[in-house]
């Protein structure tokens, strides 16, 4: 099996306002390109796009292609369970979204503190068993963005998983926060194979700073930046797969090529990306990977990805750039429902949603100290 799959959580939409928004036509065509040029895992969960990612699978893949052409990996969102009813329901629901009998793989979805209910007051994990037991799984896993004592528990566990998938990326290699390197160390320590996610880090890492972008470029012209990214976790050993969470069919094309000429990096395009690390890391806001998993909890109805993604551009490209990510804000304001930063009571209910682990009410702060007194006069915190 080819080494790229198709991570499905971020396709591409009609209206970027709203998730479910899916257009399957581009969808279709990407999962032909994708097939044609001989890849075939494909990556969703229940949540993803509000639950039509599943369905999209289903459309584009399962109505189209024979089934032992493709393997497709899906998840228990241990996050929303807390009742052993669940479970039979929210499986047979996946099977029916994606008109599958079976899984290829399956993946306990974000084991980590703030999912336990999902996976310590309800046994997901023995009825995870029966299902693989019955059939109805081939490859049994988990995903986790929790830190690596953590997972090192858990494996230690529960020693019938057989790959973990990972957020691994050269920028939260060494970070403290998110331990990618110490999660890989530790999925090895257990002796099974690692499926990467966030790559490009929810997108980040294809739009790194100009001074870093020209690092890459002087280097090499011929090589994207994105592909600086893949090469770096598709030459680990022990890595099963790299998703590759494309929102276009051009960025379908670009990383179908660039795996297609794969190369590991070397000694010295290692050290250039230490130094590209170093650049991000003294430009970077917020580290916010845009994976939404925070906006449904919040009672006050703030996009907070899309806010943060404004005050990441706001940062990033200077203060000349104000005006143009000041008007996004104002147009984003004028939206009726959507709440504001200063609208933020601080509840922390994203909070323990974030797999990034950012400080959500805190950066909200900031968010309306940049923008809100510029534009609607507020004095600041
Ligand atoms: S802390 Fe603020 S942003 Fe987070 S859920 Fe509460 S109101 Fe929303
Ligand atoms: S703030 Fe955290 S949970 Fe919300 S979209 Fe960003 S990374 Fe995801």
Redesign the pocket.
Known sequence: MKKMGFGMMRLPLKDNDDLTSINQKEVNEMVDLFMKSGYTYFDTAYPYHEGRSEVALRKALVERYPRDSYVVADKLPLFLINKEEQLEQIFNEQLERTGLDYFDYYLMHNVSGFSEDGFIGVDSFKFVNEKKAEGKIKHLGLSSHADAEYIDNILSQHPEMEFIQLQLNYLDWKNEGIQSRKCYEVARKHGIPVIVMEPLKGGFLANVPDDACKLMKDYNPDKSIVSWAMRYVTGLDDVMMVLSGVNTYKQMEENISDMENFEALSSEELSIIDEVVGIINSQIAVP???????IAHCPKNIN??KL?DMYNNEKIENIETFTAVGNAYVNYSRVEGNGIASDCIECGL?VK????H?D?PTVMKDVKNTFEKELYGFNGD
Do not use: A, D
């Open positions: 916010c990977t845009k994976c939404n998993y925070c907070i990805p943060f994203c949603e974030c797999p990034q950012i959500i």
